[in-house]
């Protein structure tokens, strides 16, 4: 006795005849083999959506001019905000939040605009439900670059070095700083400098 039996291609050869002869007598097991397979792939194709789009979305605007105004035109043409609400105070938007009536709720500060041409450094505060990671994640990568573009028709001439999109631009994400209320809220900051 040497314990285990050595590897021998004709008992591999055997074991494949007989299973094909098996799958050729059983036409059902066959069928299934092959079938559930194709169908899983072809349902998952178009179940799975790995960019979402019109995600609800409430704002706080504050700022009414006109580089506020540019940049909430920007995301609601963006496809991935569908603005539901204008909220007046940001308890009422950590409140439809908290609910699950909007998945983002955006803050235009007052005086952003303003700020942003002394050259200040103002900050968009975007804040998440985070429940759903992949739908918050990419909506959220995607604001620096949306927000560099539409501002870039504003500044122009001796505004162009405000522009975000000479690298000034930072983004930070940190987590909520009322975890009882909100959970799982994540608060996205896009400031320019």
């Given at each position: 006795?040497?314990?285990?039996?050595?590897?021998?291609?004709?008992?591999l050869?055997?074991?494949?005849?007989?299973?094909?002869?098996?799958?050729?007598?059983?036409?059902?097991?066959?069928?299934?083999?092959?079938?559930?397979?194709?169908?899983?792939l072809?349902?998952?194709?178009?179940?799975?959506?790995?960019?979402?789009?019109?995600?609800?979305?409430?704002?706080?605007?504050?700022?009414?001019?006109?580089?506020?105004?540019?940049?909430?035109?920007?995301?609601?043409?963006?496809?991935?905000?569908?603005?539901?609400?204008?909220?007046?105070?940001?308890?009422?938007g950590?409140?439809?939040?908290?609910?699950?009536?909007?998945?983002?709720?955006?803050?235009?500060?007052?005086?952003?605009?303003?700020?942003?041409?002394?050259?200040?450094?103002?900050?968009?505060?975007?804040?998440?439900?985070?429940?759903?990671?992949?739908?918050?994640?990419?909506?959220?990568?995607?604001?620096?670059?949306?927000?560099?573009?539409?501002?870039?028709?504003?500044?122009?001439?001796?505004?162009?070095?405000?522009?975000?999109?000479?690298?000034?631009?930072?983004?930070?994400?940190?987590?909520?700083?009322?975890?009882?209320l909100?959970?799982?809220?994540?608060?996205?900051?896009?400031?320019?400098?």
């Amino acid at each position: 006795m040497n314990g285990h039996p050595r590897f021998s291609f004709e008992r591999l050869r055997g074991i494949i005849s007989k299973e094909f002869m098996q799958m050729r007598r059983d036409r059902l097991t066959f069928a299934m083999m092959l079938g559930i397979p194709l169908i899983q792939l072809t349902l998952f194709g178009f179940a799975i959506n790995s960019d979402p789009r019109h995600l609800p979305a409430a704002v706080l605007l504050a700022d009414h001019g006109a580089q506020g105004r540019t940049l909430l035109y920007a995301m609601k043409n963006s496809t991935y905000f569908d603005f539901v609400r204008e909220v007046k105070t940001e308890t009422e938007g950590h409140d439809l939040l908290a609910r699950g009536r909007v998945q983002f709720v955006i803050t235009i500060p007052e005086n952003f605009s303003r700020d942003l041409l002394r050259g200040d450094r103002p900050a968009l505060l975007v804040e998440a439900d985070a429940t759903d990671p992949a739908a918050t994640g990419i909506a959220l990568g995607s604001l620096p670059p949306l927000l560099d573009v539409a501002l870039q028709n504003d500044l122009k001439g001796p505004l162009g070095s405000l522009s975000a999109t000479s690298g000034q631009s930072t983004c930070a994400s940190t987590r909520s700083t009322i975890p009882k209320l909100l959970r799982n809220t994540t608060s996205f900051r896009v400031s320019w400098a």
